[in-house]
């Protein structure tokens, strides 16, 4: 399907169906199943890498290796 086809069947849809199309294209598509994604803070990145290195420093030495 062309893109101008797509346009036209878009243009064609029912007010509730086309409702559903412009919160797909302003939100993207759903991620209801998607869990949501946490970043973690500098803080708390740095925190967790010095426990991993104090914890497994001679595992990652050999591993350098």
Do not use: C, W
Not at 17 to 38: A, C, H, T, W, Y
């Amino acid at each position: 399907m062309r893109v101008a086809e797509l346009i036209e069947e878009i243009k064609a849809l029912p007010p509730a169906e086309m409702e559903i199309v412009r919160e797909f294209f302003l939100k993207g598509e759903s991620r209801d199943n998607q869990p949501e994604k946490r970043y973690v803070s500098d803080e708390e990145f740095n925190q967790a890498t010095s426990l991993v290195f104090e914890k497994h420093d001679e595992l990652l030495r050999k591993l350098a290796q």
